[in-house]
Each structure stands twice: as structure tokens, then as C-alpha cells.
């Protein structure tokens, strides 16, 4: 139950952080996603590669195509009404994983799951290929900070929230760790 009702605020924090345009969203977008990798990370169990790419790929990769063919549809169903709609725009969104370009102008509302997906999978690599708890974490914190770096610092952007993921993947760290 404590999970449920930490992530019962963590969705409410997001809503609400949507709605708002002022001083409380910064202070919520600083902690409802970290809160979301934690718990993830606690429930993080180390097997086979493979299997956990099958698996993983069900639970997020699924929905996130599904979310995507759901909002190209009705993009594409408000542009057939007349509603000025850019399908175009979120299918280039969709398709290099939900978080878009600053000049697109379009979001996408399922990003975090390419980005948990990613960073499920590159936490079970280095947990296969290191058996060092000290050395797990001192990789996961250069790869946050290196992540966190060039997306505050650099003007480049890299597909499929890598970015996003490299902080993630502290998070979903910190989550394992605590379990």
C-alpha cells in the first residue's frame, strides 16, 4: 500500500504540475518523476537480458505504441475536421522517442516510458557486467551527471530521452538500493 499511495501522489503531483504555470510546478517537476524511477528501482529484480527486454518491452514499449497510435489518430482526425492539428508533428515527436526538439513546438505525454524502458535496460546490463555495488553506483552517478551536463549545457539533442534517462537511471538506483 505505500507504494500505491506514493505513486497515487506522484500522478497527482503530475496533474497538477501540468496545470499550473507559476512558482509550484519547477517545485513539483523537481521530485514527482524522481519519486516514479525510486519506486521502479525498488522493484527492480537482476534477470537474464533477454527475458527482461521481453518483459519490459511488454509493460512499456506496448502502451507507449498504443499511446502513440492513439494521439497520431486523432491528430489526424482534427485535421480532417478542420482543427489545426500538426499530425506530422507528433508522429516525428513519437518516433524518436516523446520528448521533441524545443523548435517543434509539440510534446508528448508518454515519454517516461521509452525513457524507463531505456533505463531498465542499460540498469541490467551494468548490474550483469559488474558485481561491485561501489562500482555500480560511482558508473550510475557519471552517467547522471554526464546526461544531466549536456542536456543543461550543450546545444544538442539525442533521441529517445537519453538525456531524460541518464538522471532517471540515479533515481532508479537510488530505488534498488533502498529495497
Given at each position: 500500500?505505500?507504494?500505491?499511495?506514493?505513486k497515487?501522489?506522484?500522478?497527482?503531483?503530475?496533474?497538477?504540475g501540468?496545470?499550473?504555470?507559476?512558482?509550484?510546478?519547477?517545485?513539483?517537476y523537481a521530485?514527482h518523476?524522481p519519486?516514479?524511477?525510486?519506486?521502479?528501482?525498488?522493484?527492480?529484480?537482476?534477470?537474464?537480458?533477454?527475458?527482461k527486454?521481453?518483459?519490459?518491452?511488454?509493460?512499456?514499449?506496448?502502451?507507449?505504441?498504443?499511446?502513440?497510435?492513439?494521439?497520431?489518430?486523432?491528430a489526424?482526425?482534427?485535421?480532417?475536421?478542420?482543427?489545426?492539428?500538426?499530425?506530422?508533428?507528433y508522429?516525428?515527436?513519437?518516433?524518436?522517442?516523446?520528448?521533441?526538439?524545443?523548435?517543434?513546438?509539440?510534446?508528448?505525454?508518454?515519454?517516461?516510458?521509452?525513457?524507463?524502458?531505456?533505463?531498465?535496460?542499460?540498469?541490467?546490463?551494468?548490474?550483469k557486467?559488474?558485481k561491485?555495488?561501489?562500482?555500480?553506483?560511482l558508473i550510475?552517478?557519471i552517467?547522471?551527471?554526464t546526461?544531466?551536463?549536456?542536456?543543461?549545457?550543450c546545444?544538442?539533442?539525442?533521441?529517445?530521452?537519453?538525456?531524460?534517462?541518464?538522471?532517471?537511471?540515479?533515481?532508479?538506483?537510488?530505488?534498488?538500493i533502498?529495497?
Amino acid at each position: 500500500p505505500v507504494f500505491d499511495i506514493m505513486k497515487f501522489i506522484a500522478i497527482i503531483a503530475m496533474i497538477i504540475g501540468h496545470c499550473v504555470n507559476d512558482w509550484r510546478r519547477p517545485l513539483i517537476y523537481a521530485w514527482h518523476m524522481p519519486l516514479f524511477f525510486i519506486v521502479s528501482g525498488y522493484f527492480f529484480k537482476n534477470i537474464p537480458i533477454l527475458k527482461k527486454i521481453k518483459h519490459t518491452s511488454r509493460q512499456l514499449l506496448i502502451p507507449y505504441l498504443t499511446t502513440t497510435i492513439l494521439i497520431i489518430t486523432t491528430a489526424t482526425i482534427y485535421n480532417i475536421c478542420g482543427v489545426n492539428h500538426s499530425t506530422l508533428e507528433y508522429l516525428k515527436v513519437a518516433l524518436i522517442g516523446g520528448i521533441n526538439p524545443i523548435d517543434w513546438g509539440v510534446g508528448f505525454p508518454v515519454w517516461f516510458l521509452i525513457s524507463l524502458f531505456i533505463c531498465i535496460i542499460t540498469y541490467s546490463i551494468i548490474n550483469k557486467l559488474i558485481k561491485s555495488n561501489i562500482l555500480i553506483s560511482l558508473i550510475v552517478i557519471i552517467i547522471a551527471f554526464t546526461t544531466y551536463f549536456i542536456k543543461n549545457h550543450c546545444s544538442v539533442y539525442i533521441p529517445f530521452n537519453i538525456l531524460q534517462t541518464g538522471m532517471g537511471l540515479l533515481f532508479f538506483h537510488i530505488g534498488h538500493i533502498f529495497h
